[in-house]
């Protein structure tokens, strides 16, 4: 580090407080002072992904190995795009070489080497149109969906969990054999029904906590890769 403060003093990293201003809650102040003090926000920032989730991806995908250039890869609900960011790195698809298609109800700004789908995708039409997108079957569906929470910790878990079985269902419709999948779920004991689907159609299925999900978040991810091909 060159010039300035070091951030330390007597060994303590000085930690940056937000005031609660008048029209601003103390749930958003908390929040705000959790960004400006986390890591993964500013190396974020430094090295140009959308959001701290990018290093959640990247993490989980070096550990197993999940990417590959040249592979066709589909990001559900990818705004702000960080998930797609790593993806189109990883798959070259800049180059040419592999695919990201991302698709949201909301609209997000280009990313280099993302195709991007405003569209739901479980609607009816959603995996026939990916598939015609992509050229073929997925090697790879990826979700990091999270419903809106409501502060009650079981309908919390509930509704995230029904979103990633959503993803599931379209994942089974336009993966390749051999593919994976990788949602996000919560700590919990109701995604029983969607864990015994992935072992059915899915080689392995772990459940992960990467280092950038915050150690208070109930926030896991379950992997399943080795699609063992649809179901009739």
């Known amino acids: 580090m060159t010039g300035g ?12 407080r937000v005031r609660t201003a008048r ?11 959790r960004q400006l003090n986390d890591p993964f926000v500013a190396q974020a920032k430094r090295e ?3 959001s701290r989730a990018a290093y959640k991806l990247l993490e989980m995908a070096e550990k197993y190995g999940l990417f590959r250039p040249g592979q066709r890869i589909v990001d559900l609900g990818a705004a702000p795009g960080g998930w797609s960011q790593v993806a189109a790195q990883a798959v070259k698809a800049a180059e040419g070489k592999g695919r990201v298609v991302a698709i949201d109800i909301l609209p997000m700004d280009a990313v280099v080497g993302v195709e991007f789908e405003l569209m739901d995708f479980h609607a009816p039409d959603a995996p026939e149109q990916l598939k015609a997108r992509l050229g073929g079957l997925a090697d790879g569906v990826m979700s990091d969906m999270a419903a809106n929470a409501t ?4 309908t919390d878990h509930l509704r995230i969990v029904g979103l990633a079985e959503l993803a599931a269902d379209f994942a089974s419709s336009v993966l390749a054999p ?6 996000k779920v919560l700590h919990g004991g109701s995604e029983g ?13 772990r459940h992960l906590k990467p280092k950038a999900s915050r150690a208070d978040s109930a926030e896991l991810y379950v992997m399943a890769t080795g699609f063992r091909g649809a179901h009739e």
């Open 23 to 33: 029209k601003r809650s103390l749930a958003s102040t908390l929040w705000l002072e």
């Open 178 to 183: 051999g593919g994976f999948f990788v949602a």
């Open 151 to 154: 502060g009650h910790r079981k």
């Open 5 to 16: 403060s070091s951030g330390h003093e007597g060994g303590r990293a000085l930690k940056t």
């Open 193 to 205: 029904e969607l864990l015994a689907r992935l072992k059915r159609d899915f080689a392995v299925v």
């Open 48 to 50: 140009g992904y959308r």
